[in-house]
């Protein structure tokens, strides 16, 4: 059949295939003994005529274009998600501020959920009583405050007519009036903006929302969900990533400490100057003093500007350059003393590091940007140092956070973390 013939001419062939392949030929060295060497010739490339720094350059530079593309589509989703980021960062934040009560609760025995709602409750307590004080103030306040803002302008008018620039009348009321015809031209831009702080004011109560009952199973339920992030790893990753992030974590709430006792003092501080002075308004600014001292560096400066100027046209110029006085003081006192000495136990950023990540966390989402940008470059900080010292997942010597002023007494290494 003619079946057979093909498949027979079929084995044939591959007979003859097999018997008329050989080998290469091994060359050998007497040197090596009996072990044959295969000498194989590189095929070239375009590479060869390269020079090696050419090359290096070149394969550096689409990994760094890798890595600034995939910065801009974080930043990018970072601006899309903003309203349920923000609300997750702060929530954070405060977690890190909250937990420790929240675990001192729950070591006495209290139920985790009591123990988080408590604390919860209590802080909300705290701060609308506070927001309840303030506005209480400023409503006390409010009829006398327009009469010394009147006072206090005609006397900064006085002093521009006769002090050291020497303006004439013409000119002020000629930069008086241009000032009332720039508000009145804007007017319409002014509307959309009164508009979209409605809008915004939506947003602010709907992350409010979140925030509270995002850090409430923070509180509750922290160690469970970063068990459950770590178990999605691959298995030789979990361990050094859960402890990283646990030293991160521990990062975090002395950064957070630190920070609450610094912006009290800065508070406390141009508070009382304020008060002493009897600058209207003294405890609504030192409020804001307090708030904007949880930006480092350039937080409690402008808040500190804010009250110069209500002192300016409240109670004179003279009042105002003592309570100057009384802000570079404090300043001075946060940058040499606080600071170094708090706030370095916490966490060991270069103030070059801590300024740019200000200025990008501005940029990127505003003043809650320049809030969250140091906690998350501290945090960032520990976790890479930890990892690249310790990529096995091993303690520290001293069981303490990497990046931070180490424990006069080292614990033994087979020690757990805290």
Not at 170 to 190: K, P, V, Y
Not at 339 to 348: D, F, S, T
Not at 364 to 381: D, E, F, K
């Amino acid at each position: 059949m003619w079946v057979d013939t093909a498949r027979k001419r079929t084995q044939d062939r591959l007979a003859v295939a097999r018997q008329g392949w050989t080998p290469p030929p091994f060359t050998a060295d007497p040197a090596l003994g009996e072990a044959p060497v295969v000498l194989l010739e590189q095929t070239p490339s375009v590479d060869d005529g390269l020079p090696r720094g050419v090359r290096v350059a070149g394969a550096w530079a689409w990994r760094i274009i890798l890595f600034v593309a995939a910065a801009y589509l974080l930043i990018q989703v970072v601006s899309r998600l903003q309203i349920v980021i923000v609300p997750l960062a702060i929530a954070l934040l405060l977690a890190a501020l909250f937990e420790p009560l929240s675990a001192a609760l729950r070591r006495r025995g209290m139920n985790r959920s009591l123990a988080a709602g408590l604390v919860l409750v209590g802080g909300l307590v705290v701060v609308f009583g506070g927001l309840t004080l303030i506005v209480q103030t400023v409503i006390s306040q409010l009829d006398d405050l327009s009469t010394q803002v009147g006072e206090g302008l005609a006397e900064v008018q006085g002093w521009l007519a006769q002090g050291p620039l020497h303006l004439s009348q013409s000119q002020l009321s000629d930069g008086l009036e241009r000032l009332r015809t720039t508000i009145t031209a804007n007017q319409g831009a002014l509307t959309s903006g009164a508009v979209n702080t409605a809008t915004t004011l939506g947003e602010v109560v709907a992350g409010f929302l979140l925030a509270l009952f995002t850090l409430f199973f923070y509180l509750r339920d922290g160690g469970q969900i970063w068990t459950f992030v770590c178990r999605m790893l691959p298995r030789a990753a979990r361990i050094p990533t859960a402890r990283a992030g646990h030293y991160s974590w521990h990062t975090l709430v002395s950064y957070v400490r630190a920070t609450v006792l610094v912006a009290f003092v800065d508070a406390v501080g141009i508070g009382v100057g304020l008060a002493i002075l009897r600058v209207p308004l003294a405890l609504p600014l030192a409020a804001l003093v307090f708030l904007s001292s949880f930006i480092p560096v350039i937080g409690a400066t402008l808040s500190g500007t804010v009250a110069v100027l209500v002192a300016l046209v409240t109670v004179g110029p003279v009042k105002a350059l003592i309570v100057l006085g009384v802000v570079i003081a404090v300043q001075q006192l946060e940058g040499h003393v606080l600071q170094p000495l708090i706030m370095g136990r916490a966490v060991a950023l270069h103030p070059l590091a801590v300024i740019l990540a200000i200025a990008v966390g501005v940029v990127v989402a505003g003043i809650v940007g320049g809030l969250v940008a140091v906690p998350l470059l501290a945090v960032l900080n520990t976790a890479i140092r930890y990892l690249f010292s310790h990529p096995g997942g091993e303690p520290t010597a001293d069981d303490e956070p990497p990046g931070t002023e180490p424990a006069e007494v080292p614990l033994d290494e087979s020690e757990s973390p805290r």
